[in-house]
């Protein structure tokens, strides 16, 4: 069988959104046109699809997927967070958040007693 290429989510001349206008089914062959839209996965590149395939595959831990992408913590976190702010959520409020995602990630063994304790008091 034919490997697929990955998603293309961006028009490569402009960067503007793209649609479908193309389905075919792998088996049958049946193909179907009309214009369809990427929805969320439009807003997203390759690699943000990619992470969010990890996320899930990781039950939406983002300690164990960032041991398995080999990065820190904080780093799958910042890409998650490039993920929320491209699918247009708006951010949470930081001064009600910051606790408790410190807490969370103190729980969780991804920061130190100490990182907590400097974290908490910014």
Do not use: C
């Not at 164990?64 to 967070?81: G, K, M, P, S």
């Amino acid at each position: 069988m034919n490997s697929l290429n990955p998603l293309i989510t961006k028009d490569p001349v402009n960067g503007d959104d793209l649609i479908v206008t193309r389905l075919e089914g792998r088996r049958s062959g049946i193909v179907i046109e009309g214009k369809f839209s990427l929805d969320w996965m439009g807003r997203l590149t390759p690699q943000q699809l990619t992470f969010v395939g990890l996320l899930v595959k990781h039950r939406g831990n983002v300690q164990r997927l960032a041991a398995e992408l080999n990065v820190a913590y904080n780093t799958a976190r910042n890409h998650l967070d490039e993920i929320v702010a491209a699918l247009e959520y708006p951010p949470e409020d930081e001064d009600d958040a910051a606790p408790v995602n410190v807490l969370e990630q103190l729980s969780q063994g991804a920061i130190s007693f100490e990182e907590a304790l400097d974290l908490l008091k910014r």
